[in-house]
């Protein structure tokens, strides 16, 4: 086995946990968890479905109700993958709005057990407002970003890798620092980068890490 198909099946294995409203009502902050931030629309729950092969999943953070809260899917004791409230096209109230940034941006900065952030952008909207607010907020606490441009099939390769390096340009020129690939949930384009960076912030052991660990012969 790969360490990618381990690591796609290890995400397989994700269940639903707990949506939490506030930070107060997240689950207890140990071990590593890795969360996704995008705009309404921008592929993330087809993203989490795909990543952990699981067509339901991140439908739970869809169920009206839950769009605002912080969802948590489990790996194990110690790994969690977080869906974050996207708030794009949302019809509510500016103070509600307000009052779930605030959530989301005390998430951001007291959670430790956060260790990298998943932003998915399509590929053909990137770096809009919402994105500028929370790769500030990473910035502001030091928490690595990863960059996935959704959506890609809906270019063809040389304007998709056009589009990637704008991208990249635009974030240097902003002042800010992530890694960014391609991804893609209809072409699985991307998949097996996306994965190695979750088990990276994740800290999942990898069978090419231990496969030359051979233990003494006697
Ligand atoms: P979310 O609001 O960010 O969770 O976005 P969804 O995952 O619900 O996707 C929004 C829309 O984009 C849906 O109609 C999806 O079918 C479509 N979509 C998501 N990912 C892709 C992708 O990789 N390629 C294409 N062509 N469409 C996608």
Redesign the pocket.
Known sequence: MTDAEHILAKLAQAEFQISAPTLALCPPNIGHEVAFA??????????I?TLTRQRQL?RA??TPGRTQLINFFQLDEERRLVDLP?YGYAKVPEQMKLEWQRHLAHYLRERYSLRGLIL?MDIRHPLMPFDRNMLTWAQERQLPVHILL?????LNRGPATNALQEVRRGLTALGFEASIQL?????RLGIEDAALQLARWLEMPLPSETSDEMPDTP
């Open positions: 995008g705009r309404s629309n921008a592929g993330k729950s087809s993203a479905n991140a953070s869809k996207g998915l959704t959506k890609a099939d809906k991804f893609s949930s209809v072409s």
